[in-house]
């Protein structure tokens, strides 16, 4: 693994929290995008293992548990961790100290109007007493992505209102310690002599996969997902708990609904597809139940080759080879969001010397 900063190509920031495993939400809002484009970009994976206590600091054994599943779901979706990096938050520094320079130059009431926070806190029950780090997460989630100055951001669409914010910090930054002008286009600001890209959000396919309440976005701290991980007899029955309302089998339906999100995210022959909805509308005497079963096959097929991938990682030697993996990648990462760091720095008059991070033996 590389320990210098080098890299020719363009690079991606993004990430996942450890607050549960992974569904098929995240495969169409974020990871099928990754898994592609590892080919093209550098890319980054961050487990956010330090914002995961924003919401279960109590849990700290959960969110070990949690960090080593997500990390063998992405590798078992395809992730390579010969060509990206896979990012343990709490070993990166510069992301700590980052979110306390962005936390100066955004206002208190900017990160609080945040849609995508306010929605979470509604959505997870945190009532009025959300800990002081829950909203410190928003400014924290633009020093992940800034601190390896990326190009492309892969999320689903509740992450765009964070990623906005992340490229109003980026701006302010330079405006505020770099050459670059108020009145720059965001594409200029790197020519002008700026420290950072003003990234941009790549929605996935599905941008928000409704979960299997038919409700609500897919969730993993709120129960109504398919897991990567799921046995076809578990997505099977999680389908035919979705409830559409529709009485029988000759009632015109609405293809507008949950279960036909489902047809479209995950059955891949178009004419399947056409066929499903022009019936179901017409209500050609076809159940939700028959519907149910073609989501399921498709469904099945998507996760199929990544069970045979994660069964290699299970147990004890699997999480032995995940931390080591992790712990292979620490330096690359801190390399790149060190050298951020020290440029930023550089930027703020704060250029006192360079340090070395670097890992010890286990
Ligand atoms: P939590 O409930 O803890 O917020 P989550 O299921 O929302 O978990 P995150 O770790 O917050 O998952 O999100 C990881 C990435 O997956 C983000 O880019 C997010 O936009 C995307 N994502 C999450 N859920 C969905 C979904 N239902 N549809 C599309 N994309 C999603
Ligand atoms: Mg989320």
Redesign the pocket.
């Known amino acids: 693994m590389a320990t210098q900063e080098s890299s020719p190509r363009p690079r991606i920031l993004?990430?996942?929290?450890?607050?549960?495993r992974?569904?098929v939400?995240?495969w169409?809002?974020?990871?099928e995008n990754r898994v592609r484009l590892q080919a093209d970009y550098d890319c980054f994976f961050l487990l956010?293992n330090m914002h995961?206590f924003t919401?279960r600091a109590e849990q700290p054994k959960d969110i070990r548990r949690d960090t080593l599943e997500i990390a063998k779901d992405w590798l078992a979706a395809g992730i390579d961790p010969e060509r990206s990096t896979l990012v343990l938050q709490t070993e990166i520094p510069a992301i700590a100290e980052l979110t306390w320079f962005f936390s100066m130059i955004v206002p208190f009431n900017r990160v609080m109007r945040n849609p995508t926070l306010k929605t979470?806190i509604e959505?997870?029950g945190l009532g009025e007493h959300y800990s002081f780090g829950f909203p410190l997460y928003a400014v924290g989630q633009c020093a992940d992505i800034l601190a390896f100055r990326p190009e492309l951001i892969?999320?689903?669409?509740?992450?765009v209102a964070h990623i906005e914010m992340c490229r109003e910090i980026a701006r302010r930054f330079n405006w505020t310690y770099t050459p670059v002008k108020p009145e720059s286009k965001d594409e200029d600001h790197l020519k002008e002599g700026g420290l950072f890209p003003i990234p941009d959000a790549l929605?996935?396919r599905?941008?928000?996969?409704?979960?299997t309440d038919g409700k609500n976005?897919?969730?993993?701290?709120?129960g109504n997902?398919i897991y990567l991980t799921d046995s076809s007899k578990e997505i099977k029955k999680k389908l035919g708990a979705l409830y559409t309302g529709r009485q029988s089998m000759t009632e015109p339906g609405d293809t507008g609904n949950a279960l036909f999100t489902y047809v479209r995210a995950f059955i891949k022959d178009e004419q399947k597809v056409k066929d499903l909805e022009d019936r179901y509308s017409r209500g050609d005497n076809i159940g939700d139940g028959h519907v149910k079963a073609d989501i399921a096959t498709a469904i099945d097929e998507l996760l199929g080759p990544m069970r045979e991938r994660r069964a290699a990682l299970e147990g004890e030697k699997g999480d032995a080879r995940v931390l080591e993996i992790l712990r292979a990648h620490v330096d690359k990462a801190n390399a790149v969001a060190e050298k951020t760091l020290y440029l930023a720095k550089e930027a703020m008059g704060l250029d006192f010397g360079r340090r070395v991070l670097g890992m010890e033996p286990k």
Request: charged share 20%; net charge neutral; proline share 5%.
């Open positions: 993004t990430g996942d929290t450890p607050t549960g992974l569904h939400g995240h169409v809002g974020s990871l956010a995961a919401t979470e959505l997870k892969p999320v689903g669409e509740d992450q929605v996935g599905v941008g928000r996969l409704v979960g976005k897919m969730s993993k701290s709120l997902v």
